[in-house]
T-cell receptor, first 110, second 117 residues
């Protein structure tokens, strides 16, 4: 039970922003939202995480709704190398392991 | 930072043989995870350790699978005897910081692709 819901696939034009949604309507107050991506056959790569506030790093921005039931990962200027499967997961403050759902397959098109 | 190191990268074996997969976590990380990935089932958590102690092995498919972490810098996942349905990519991941703070991301290795014929 991944406990998150994501669209199975999305397309994005190169150079445009890619906005990947995730629904986590049953998230509890002490659970963080994490995003990873997996490029082809490599191991998943950490992107960003957050609890309540929006977050930004060199890779992406994470927007979490005020009720925390959903979030959006934003890749501001998608490149062909951003083509990957993107996973949204959740982790409790203590004792929760990481469960991965099927993720969203993002295709960045030239 | 060398990252999580897994060996071998590829393993081809015959049904019934014993298979041992190896993982070296990032130095200083105190949590280690084993995952299996297939097209049909996606990424499945098999087992995870904290401070070398197995915390949850409920994802281990059956008694043919076993995992050990004899010290903080090494873990093995063993399949004995192997079967064709065990064919998958096996990933090891480690995490640092205080276990369960929620603020510690997983760092994955590049996996071992296992083929059982």
């Amino acid at each position: 039970d991944a406990k998150t819901t994501q669209p199975p696939s999305m397309d994005c034009a190169e150079g445009r922003a890619a906005n990947l949604p995730c629904n986590h309507s049953t998230i509890s107050g002490n659970e963080y939202v994490y995003w990873y991506r997996q490029i082809h056959s490599q191991g998943p790569q950490y992107i960003i995480h957050g609890l309540k506030n929006n977050e930004t790093n060199e890779m992406a921005s994470l927007i979490i709704t005020e009720d925390r039931k959903s979030s959006t990962l934003i890749l501001p200027h998608a490149t062909l190398r951003d083509t990957a499967v993107y996973y949204c997961t959740r982790q409790r403050s203590y004792g929760q392991n990481f469960v991965f759902g099927p993720g969203t397959r993002l295709s960045v098109l030239p | 930072d060398a990252g999580v190191i897994q060996s071998p990268r590829h393993e081809v074996t015959e049904m019934g043989q014993e298979v041992t997969l190896r993982c070296k976590p990032i130095s200083g990380h105190n949590s280690l995870f084993w995952y299996r990935q297939t097209m049909m089932r996606g990424l499945e958590l098999l087992i995870y350790f904290n401070n070398n102690v197995p915390i949850d092995d409920s994802g281990m498919p059956e008694d043919r699978f076993s995992a050990k972490m004899p010290n903080a810098s090494f873990s093995t996942l063993k399949i004995q005897p192997s079967e064709p349905r065990d064919s998958a990519v096996y990933f090891c991941a480690s995490s640092g910081g205080s276990f369960g703070t929620g603020r510690s991301p997983l760092h994955f290795g590049n996996g071992t692709r296992l083929t059982v014929t």
